[in-house]
């Protein structure tokens, strides 16, 4: 079992930055793959970001690459998602959530945040 919490969601005016967290519980966090995903409003929700077990690899949707970056500290058992730049278009409710493996697909993923809102106005 896995719990996840996120924080640092928030209203943030166009080409602002933010940086989200997640903190986990409950087993090893280094044994699992990270990853963010975003839902807004009357869409799917759609992959973000992902992390690696270790940190050495990851992964960008192509409309967030070059202005989010997601990392982890182990040892702090927490997962971030730093984001510059921000366009209303990144409005939604962000979640984190854990998975064996580094995937694109929400499918892939066991265990879930509550999700933050980020708001981002014109």
């Known amino acids: 079992q896995v719990q996840l919490v996120e924080s640092g969601g928030g209203l943030v005016q166009a080409g602002g930055s933010l940086r989200l967290s997640c903190a986990a519980s409950?087993?090893?966090?280094?044994?699992?793959?990270m990853g963010w995903f975003r839902q807004a409003a009357g869409k799917e929700r759609e992959f973000v970001a992902a992390?690696?077990?270790?940190?050495?690899?990851?992964y960008y949707a192509d409309c967030v690459k070059g202005r989010f970056t997601i990392s982890r500290e182990n040892a702090k058992s927490t997962v971030y998602l730093q984001m510059k730049s921000l366009k209303p278009e990144d409005t939604a409710v962000y979640y984190c959530?854990?998975?064996?493996?580094?995937?694109?697909?929400?499918?892939?993923?066991?265990?879930w945040g509550q999700g933050t809102q980020v708001t981002v106005s014109s």
């Open positions: 992390i690696s077990r270790s940190g050495s690899s990851t």
């Open positions: 409950g087993r090893t966090f280094s044994s699992y793959a």
């Open positions: 959530a854990s998975s064996s493996g580094v995937y694109y697909s929400y499918s892939k993923y066991d265990y």
